[in-house]
């Protein structure tokens, strides 16, 4: 991994799409601080499409794509795309999976989330879990003390031998039954809602992230960046980022706004 600093200028003025993960990407400790949602903010601004890439539920996905400086939101690992138009007041919907698809899904879902909490002390039901329409989320560090990585192994064993895809982020384990994924549903969505042929996805967009389900976007997109806190959790990740910036979480993306628009 090379440091921020590095990339070419002719990198950075080609950029016109910040993808982003969430959870100690954009937040520090928890919290989204006012300097990554001003760095969104400056961003949107200046004429950039920001697009947070996320495992978080449709609950929060719908206030994030209405209230923050965004042009949509990637949720629950790829389930969704939503995007809000502000013109027309109007949510704009695309999901991955129909209605009856998703219902049936969770009755395997439940059973998965019943063994892991019988099989894994220690381990919880993600406190936003009633607002998933797609995913089951285990916290191993969010809400309950943090797990070793054996234990968190374990979780994801359990989910892939009943079926699910099984997916580590910084605070929760991720499980769902189907194909899509964060890149995937992220292609999906640079190609259809925003025209981008192959090229430009390469040329014009940048991702950030921090985690193990960050993987697949850090080993496709020649621009893609792992916050510091990245380095912690490198085991884990089969495709690194091929930047990684100084600071760590929240002040990470702040760092990676500020060279993307000094530059621009």
Known sequence: ????????????????????????TLTSDGRLKSNAYEAMERLSDNGYSVIPVT???????????????????VGENGAFFFSYDHVNNKMNNSYSQTEDERRENFIVLNQIKNTILESVPGTAEASDQQYRITDLAIDFAEDVPKLPQDKIDEIVQIAEQKGAVAKISSIHVNCWIGSHNKLSTSLKVLKESFCLNDAEIQNNVIFIGDSPNDSLMFGFFNNSVGVANVKELMNNIENPPKYISSNFSGDGFVEL????IKNK
């Open 1 to 24: 991994m090379k440091n921020l600093s590095t990339m070419s200028l002719s990198q950075l003025q080609d950029i016109k799409f910040i993808l982003t993960d969430i959870d100690d």
């Open 55 to 73: 495992g978080r539920c449709a609950g929060w996905c719908d206030h994030i794509a209405r209230m923050w400086p965004v042009d949509g939101v």
């Open 257 to 260: 706004a500020n060279f993307i």
